[in-house]
Nanobody
């Protein structure tokens, strides 16, 4: 089992920045790929970004490419999502997820509880 806890969400003006954190406990975090997803009201959960277990490869949804950066610190058992140039359409509940396999689909084995990001225009 891997337990994931997100933090860092909040209210920010359009054009602003937030950094989300995902603290992992349980199994060895460094063995797991990590992903970030988001879900806005009335919409399906969508992929945002993913990173391999070593951090050597990352992949982004087109909608966030160039604005968001996924990273991880395996020594600290923590993953991050740096979000810059935020837009109102980025507002959603953001979830981190972990899986032994690197994925861009939502078929991750482990999920956090989510953190709310609100972007005012």
């Amino acid at each position: 089992q891997v337990q994931l806890v997100e933090s860092g969400g909040g209210l920010v003006q359009a054009g602003g920045s937030l950094r989300l954190s995902c603290a992992a406990s349980g199994r060895t975090f460094s063995r797991y790929a990590m992903g970030w997803f988001r879900q806005a009201p009335g919409k399906e959960r969508e992929f945002v970004a993913a990173i391999t277990s070593s951090g050597g490869y990352t992949y982004y949804a087109d909608s966030v490419k160039g604005r968001f950066t996924i990273s991880r610190d395996n020594a600290a058992n923590t993953g991050y999502l740096q979000m810059n140039s935020l837009k109102p359409e980025d507002a959603a509940v953001y979830y981190c997820a972990a899986d032994l396999t690197f994925r861009v689909s939502n078929k991750y084995d482990y999920w956090g509880q989510g953190t709310q990001v609100t972007v005012s225009s």
